[in-house]
């Protein structure tokens, strides 16, 4: 089982989507800072605003791409709104 999810953070009104096995270790990587990642680098605190779960990693990264496109996007942004 994998997860498609998206983060927001507030402080600096960023959404960030991704892919992982594991969403809640990589929830915890995302707000502790550490690495060179792209949510490292700002302040505040990541939320979860959307996931979904799909059977395989081929999956998830298929529709990774498709929430990273500009419908895709839109679509994550009413989460942030009803949130």
């Known amino acids: 089982m994998w997860f498609v999810y998206a983060i927001f953070n507030r402080t600096v009104n960023k959404i960030y989507i991704g892919e992982t096995g594991d ?32 059977e395989d990693r081929k999956q998830a990264l298929a529709r990774e791409r498709q929430l990273k496109s500009f419908r895709g996007r839109e679509f994550i942004k009413k989460y942030i709104v009803e949130n």
């Open 23 to 54: 969403l809640n270790r990589r929830i915890d990587e995302h707000n502790s800072k550490r690495g060179d990642h792209f949510t490292a680098k700002f302040d505040g605190e990541w939320q979860l605003i959307y996931r979904e779960t799909v």
